[in-house]
């Protein structure tokens, strides 16, 4: 038992890592311990502190460096000092796994390591021998585990940082469209960042770090112009230095902030596209290198295992871990990349769904809970229980409204179709398939047909709802543009708020009509106008639609004249419309390039399945003579032509071509439409040619 000890205090050690992943308190706890064993020695003032805080503020971490440093030291000791343990017993468990003795190690090995021989038997040493190995792994092992998790900890930093600067970037332009035509409206410039903080949501991690100079105004009481010179100081991104610090210069020396952002906004525009062309430059790349690596590499790789295997030896097995595992992983492997390559630039062109929270309006917000006390205490008032009850309500309201309208909750969120479709699918695959026999070639035999009826089935319908949803929120973009320039046009010839609203629905614009009027019917029953139109953009729930809701609602809080506001929004919304329609058109030409190479694939695994491998097995090669070859050719390495399997090669063909028609259509949606839910079309009818091919042959 004793000699267990290490292993047992090993494991103790790496529990509370394990455990405040899942348990606040004993995050608490590992943070208090960490703070008391290192956090004088962390306070001290240092450059490599001051270099310290850089990163953390850079990477957005809400703790302090003292907690933050302190907790990383403390991970170091402890992954050493366990560290060191767990190699000793990993490496006995390594030796005990490949059957070496001692006897072998110690002859491999140095007089002077001889010692590491009574690895063999850990299990079995006295503690004072067991002492020295834990020594050694803890000079070799458990130091590079403790440095490593050191440097680890704050390169996850750097990092994170990295990435909040690509984020910030890609939404630096809408960010300042936001804040241009807010500042258009006769808003105050504290009020705009205040509005843009609230909704950072919507607006990206642009906002979010502006609302960083909005916190220290607000909590700290610092000027605009130092809250902004340490936003620029602080941010990872070199446009919202630059631009936070160009910023501050104009509101110090009074120039007009209007000329200021309208040059920002043209400038920022301008570089949009030249995003978009780079943008679409990577596509073209991740497109061919999925068509030479991913396409044709597996075919001619297959094809030549298929030749071998007739002509000199069985290479099923191989052609078995190239389909079976090869294939997938590295189609996984590529969609992970091109998700983690192009999701900040696809999020700048606006071509992504998410999901978007409600709109926040400056000086409209949810009813508060306390009272302030006149000593800056506060108190629960007397409508809590109220409100509590009426929360309560609107969620049941709103899982009545899913259930009186599973139509529309489907159309807005095809991911709940799988939650019928998938045990269908399931069920249809125990009916169709049986008892399965216990051979694993013949088991396959047996399901695999089934499982792809079922995956048609239910990828089929999540891609019908997802597109009839999708063609929805396209034929409402379309329109989006004009419906703002209409709006501002009415607006800016003197007509109110309320009556231009009005005078929209009797605008024919298409699919946002009957949007249009049901806010009007909002409003006519005593609604708000920003309210209606609250309503009126969550029922669309289109990225584009958020944004110009955030602007026209805003923008009324401040002024009646909204005209500039709407023709800033209308400009914007064309110049996403503009950038979303140019990316459909350049990638129709890589979606094409996808199916011909997906065609070509089939082809030849179908050249294969019925011509060459039938022709193979069929061929007479008995007797000494070689038989059915012309004449004076011997049979040598052809002598084995006459056994081939040929199911099996069939079997694994089809299944080859079940895979790539699976991948090729999730990757030719997510390079051609920007997500894996657009490539769900494609899979269906990738599928559904597989199946008819292999069904002739």
Do not use: C
Not at 24 to 53: C, N, T
Not at 77 to 83: K, T
Not at 372 to 392: H, I, V
Not at 434 to 462: N, Q
């Amino acid at each position: 038992m004793l000699r267990a000890l290490p292993l047992v205090v090993a494991v103790l050690l790496l529990l509370p890592l394990l455990a405040e992943r899942v348990a606040r308190p004993v995050k608490l706890l590992v943070s208090r311990v960490a703070i008391s064993l290192f956090g004088d020695y962390v306070a001290d003032e240092s450059p490599r502190k001051r270099d310290q805080q850089s990163r953390l503020r850079a990477a957005h971490v809400r703790a302090t460096h003292r907690v933050y440093a302190a907790r990383t030291l403390l991970y170091s000791l402890l992954l050493g000092v366990s560290g060191s343990i767990l190699g000793v017993y990993g490496a006995a468990a390594l030796l005990w796994t490949l059957r070496i003795s001692g006897d072998a190690v110690r002859a491999a090995l140095p007089a002077a390591l001889g010692f590491l021989a009574d690895l063999t038997h850990v299990t079995d040493l006295p503690l004072t021998d067991l002492f020295v190995l834990v020594f050694v792994s803890s000079a070799t092992v458990g130091t590079a585990l403790a440095f490593g998790t050191y440097y680890l900890r704050w390169a996850i930093l750097d990092e994170r940082a990295s990435v909040r600067a690509s984020e910030i970037e890609a939404t630096l332009p809408r960010t300042i469209a936001f804040v241009y035509a807010l500042s258009r409206s006769g808003m105050a410039f504290p009020a705009i960042l205040d509005t843009l903080t609230q909704n950072r949501d919507v607006y990206g991690e642009a906002a979010v770090e502006i609302g960083v100079a909005v916190r220290d105004m607000n909590t700290f009481g610092t000027d605009v112009l130092t809250a902004l010179d340490r936003m620029a100081d602080r941010t990872p991104s070199e446009n919202l230095e630059e631009f936070g610090e160009n910023l501050a210069s104009i509101l110090g020396s009074g120039q007009s902030l209007s000329n200021f952002l309208k040059g920002q906004y043209e400038r920022y525009q301008e570089e949009a596209e030249a995003q978009q062309r780079q943008y679409l430059d990577l596509l073209s790349t991740f497109a061919e290198a999925y068509v030479t690596v991913l396409v044709a590499g597996p075919l001619f790789l297959i094809t030549i295992l298929v030749v071998v295997g007739l002509v000199l030896q069985d290479t099923l097995d191989l052609l078995r871990v190239v389909v079976y595992l090869a294939i997938p992983v590295a189609s996984l492997g590529f969609i992970a990349y091109i998700d983690s390559s192009t999701k900040t630039i696809s999020s700048t062109l606006g071509d992504t769904r998410s999901e978007i929270p409600p709109v926040q309006i400056s000086g409209i917000t949810d009813a508060e809970t306390t009272v302030a006390l006149t000593d800056g205490g506060s108190a629960a008032d007397g409508w809590r229980a109220s409100r509590e009850r009426l929360e309560l309500y609107e969620t049941f309201e709103s899982v009545l409204g899913w259930l009186r309208s599973p139509g529309q909750t489907l159309l807005r969120n095809p991911g709940y179709s799988f939650l019928g479709t998938v045990p269908i699918g399931l069920w249809w695959v125990a009916i169709r398939a049986g008892s399965l026999p216990l051979a694993p070639l013949a088991a396959l035999r047996t399901i695999d047909s089934p499982v792809v009826e079922a995956t048609l089935f239910v990828t089929g319908v999540f891609a019908l709802l997802y597109e009839i949803d999708k063609r929805r929120m396209r034929s409402i973009e379309r329109v989006i543009p004009d419906f703002l320039d209409r709006f501002a046009s009415i607006n800016d010839a003197g007509v109110s708020v309320v009556q231009s609203t009005e005078r929209l629905t009797r605008s024919d614009l298409d699919a946002l009509s009957p949007e249009l009027q049901r806010a009007w019917e909002d409003v006519r029953w005593g609604a708000d106008v920003r309210a209606a139109f609250r309503r009126m953009e969550r029922r669309i729930d289109s990225p584009m639609m958020t944004r110009a809701t955030v602007l026209i609602t805003n923008a009324m809080t401040a002024s009646g004249e909204i005209a500039p506001v709407l023709e800033i929004a209308a400009d914007e919304a064309r110049a996403s419309r503009r950038l979303q329609r140019e990316r459909r058109q350049e990638m129709v030409t890589y979606l094409l390039v996808i199916y011909i190479a997906f065609f070509v694939f089939i082809g030849i695994v179908f050249a294969l399945s019925t011509s060459f491998i039938p022709a193979i097995e069929g061929a007479d090669l008995g007797g000494a003579s070689g038989g059915g070859l012309p004449s004076g050719v011997s049979a040598g390495v052809f002598g084995g032509l006459g056994t081939v399997d040929t199911t099996a090669y069939t079997l694994l063909f089809y299944h080859a071509a079940v895979m790539q028609a699976t991948f090729s259509g999730l990757i030719a949606g997510q390079l051609g439409e920007g997500s894996l839910a657009d490539g769900a079309k494609h899979v269906v009818i990738l599928l559904t040619l597989t199946v008819i091919a292999f069904a002739l042959i």
